[in-house]
């Protein structure tokens, strides 16, 4: 039951947060008495979630953790996009996040929201009827005019918006991935892109990826207007309109699923399993993987982890009645001649085209457009075996070093550790995700020197911090696990640590 919590005087309901889902804008902040117009073409936005503050200040999307107290914001640590939009806009962004970094106090009003810290403060007017966030919302265009050349037959411009701030593009050939920010007045402002497949298309494809990608970039949408499930981006030079899609993982009239298909019993069908290729073809002929390679792929709940022979790719997973809906593939950057790395390419473009799946019982076959690839399972349904660690997740407690130079933990930051079936380790220690593959002995942790990273751009010390936490796991440190406490010693560096309580996989 929400809303409601227990008192000496009986049951009463919860204090709600007042500012949850609504959005507040102004165009001027104050020091004293001092008014300070923000500049030309922006506004300063705020959005309160649950738990989560979400600002701009007309460049980056910028967010916080968000704990509404009484007449007090208490945010934690942010996380940013990271375009370059103007040394005025840049140093604007500083002050608005340095102003909300110092929990503000707050207060409302008959005419909306004022914030202050210290001498600086400012009132924002609410915006009622807010259109609904781009978030995790799908549009693919029905008419592009004005563009620098025109679209390949049978080809769309499809844009997918998640709300961790990256904007992934597909027309026709490679899935690309930008950050956005809507920032200004409405106005959709896309970075360069950040990553995309390298899958070999048509010439004609091939070029249309490369205008886009220089295209989209090139400079701000000014117009972007969302009427119902449409949506119309102009600028200068074009205007796009795009009409919204279902989610990728549902299908019209099909009820969305809320887990994975699940085998007799009741456990999910694909769930920590692995697979291993023994054949696979394009247009119905064999296609032959570099030699002495295969692919080692790895299903968990939410996450998969895939390996053509060199770098290991890791990426999220939602499994649906017939596909396999994977997001932007991460992965180790190791170099292994031009042959490996073009089989990773290819199989990171393979993955994230979504391809179908069929029953794994006579072999796990997984197809996308002409190209099939057919597994056999090596052992995780029948010979993998958990353990304790498995399914939980761990917070540090102390960290303790008794050589010359101390471990170098940052002030305000916990290492937090997760163990997944069957050979994951997934790791944070302030900045980054960092992902590993683990084997779990009687004594020690056999930790794969190659590693995952988000890869974020975070301050010197943090950096350092991940360095030094990346360097203590891939020395494969011993650790003691008595069920209330993990221990991890290598040399003279140990770290402790407790179970978070409630995270065990049942």
Not at 88 to 111: C, G, V, Y
Not at 129 to 140: A, K, Q, S
Not at 230 to 258: F, I, K
Request: aromatic letters at 6%.
């Amino acid at each position: 039951m929400t809303g409601v919590v227990n008192t000496a005087g009986g049951v009463q309901a919860a204090p709600m947060n007042p500012l949850q889902d609504r959005t507040f804008v102004t165009d001027m902040t104050m020091e004293d008495d001092v008014a300070r117009p923000v500049v030309d073409g922006t506004r300063i936005r705020l959005t309160f979630r649950a738990g989560r503050l979400d600002a701009n200040a007309g460049c980056n999307a910028v967010g916080f953790p968000l704990t509404v107290e009484p007449g007090r914001l208490r945010t934690g640590e942010s996380i940013s996009t990271l375009m370059f939009c103007g040394e005025e806009r840049m140093a604007q962004e500083t002050w608005l996040t340095t102003f909300l970094d110092a929990d503000p106090e707050w207060s409302l009003s008959a005419n909306g929201l004022l914030l202050r810290s210290g001498h600086e403060w400012m009132e924002l007017t609410e915006e009622i009827g807010e259109p609904r966030p781009l978030w995790d919302r799908r549009f693919r265009s029905v008419s592009v005019t004005g563009t620098p050349q025109p679209l390949v037959p049978g080809t769309s411009i499809l844009l997918t918006f998640t709300e961790a701030g990256s904007l992934v593009v597909e027309a026709g050939c490679n899935t690309m991935t930008f950050p956005y920010t809507t920032g200004g007045d409405a106005a959709l402002i896309v970075g360069n892109p950040s990553g995309a497949t390298e899958m070999a298309c048509s010439p004609e494809r091939m070029d249309q990826d490369g205008w886009i990608a220089r295209w989209l970039p090139e400079e701000p949408f000014d117009g972007l207007r969302v009427v119902g499930n449409t949506m119309t981006l102009t600028r200068r030079d074009a205007e796009l309109v795009l009409t919204e899609e279902p989610a990728q993982d549902t299908v019209p009239g099909v009820p969305e699923p809320t887990s994975s298909p699940e085998a007799p019993g009741g456990k999910p069908i694909l769930e920590n399993r692995r697979f291993r290729s023994v054949e696979v073809t394009e247009n119905g002929a064999p296609r032959p993987l570099v030699e002495g390679t295969v692919i080692d792929l790895t299903l968990f709940s939410d996450s998969l982890s895939a390996n053509a022979g060199c770098n290991t790719m890791g990426a999220s997973l939602t499994v649906t009645a017939d596909r396999l809906v994977v997001g932007p593939v991460a992965s180790t950057l190791m170099f292994c001649g031009p042959e490996l790395t073009g089989q990773d390419q290819w199989l990171a473009g393979f993955l994230g085209s979504g391809p179908q799946w069929s029953d794994p019982s006579a072999g796990l076959r997984l197809t996308s457009g002409t190209t099939t690839i057919v597994f056999t399972e090596v052992g995780l349904g029948f010979g993998i075996e958990p353990t304790e660690l498995w399914g939980t997740t761990f917070d540090s407690v102390s960290v303790s070093e008794k050589g010359i130079v101390p471990a170098p933990v940052v002030p305000g930051t916990t290492i937090t550790l997760t163990f997944t079936a069957p050979d994951r380790l997934t790791a944070r220690a302030g900045c980054n995700t960092l992902g590993f593959r683990v084997v779990a002995g009687t004594d020690r942790l056999t930790v794969d020197d190659d590693f995952s990273s988000t890869r974020m751009a975070c301050t010197p010390e943090l950096t350092a911090q991940d360095e030094w936490l990346a360097k203590v796991l891939t020395d494969d440190p011993e650790y003691v696990f008595t069920g209330k406490a993990l221990t991890l010693t290598r040399g003279s560096t140990s770290i402790d640590l407790a179970p978070r309580m409630g995270n065990r996989e049942g």
